[in-house]
């Protein structure tokens, strides 16, 4: 399953919205990977995450893969959305 979304956050994906989608996605047990610019890193790694560089207005895919696939990425786009991150797209 995946889900694609526009970072909208002015300062992209760096610490703080980077820990909140971290911390949100850490207590699940499939495997969730975050790929911007064809490059894919585990989005349960913060230093994988800020190492990515997303900037303002880029689009991102998350896909998750495991039993609670599902409820994760409702979970992704609860935390993005309320917190401002981004939009799905």
Request: hydrophobic share 45%; glycine share 8%; charged share 20%.
């Amino acid at each position: 399953m995946k889900k694609i979304y526009k970072i909208t956050a002015p300062e992209g994906l760096h610490a703080r919205p980077a820990a909140l989608l971290v911390t949100a996605v850490t207590s699940f047990e499939c495997d969730v990977l975050l790929t911007y610019k064809e490059k894919s890193v585990n989005l349960k790694s913060i230093m994988g995450v800020m190492a990515q560089g997303v900037a303002p207005g880029s689009i991102v895919e998350i896909s998750a893969d495991g039993p609670d696939a599902e409820k994760l990425l409702q979970t992704v786009t609860e935390v993005i959305v309320s917190k401002g991150i981004g939009e799905e797209f």
